[in-house]
């Protein structure tokens, strides 16, 4: 298990007022994503590479809806 509790966690620099957003951190060699509305909820993580696959296909349109 990756603890997470000392983590920085940091939110997209688009985010709206709505508060329906997710966070992300780094700790060691993984990334970990999470709710930002329930910080103690859950922890999604990732490696880098594949959050990093996930980001460049995210920025190329991979999925855009409709």
């Known amino acids: 298990m ?3 509790s ?3 966690w940091r939110k997209s620099t688009r985010t709206q ?3 329906q957003c997710v ?5 060691d060699q993984v990334i970990g994503v999470r709710d930002s509305k ?3 909820g ?3 993580v990732f490696t880098r590479p594949a959050f990093a696959a996930f980001l460049q ?3 190329g349109g991979e999925f855009e809806v409709g």
């Open 57 to 59: 296909a995210a920025a």
């Open 6 to 8: 000392r983590a920085v």
């Open 17 to 19: 007022q709505s508060g």
């Open 2 to 4: 990756i603890d997470f």
């Open 23 to 27: 966070e992300i951190a780094a700790v």
């Open 38 to 40: 329930d910080p103690t």
């Open 42 to 44: 859950p922890v999604l």
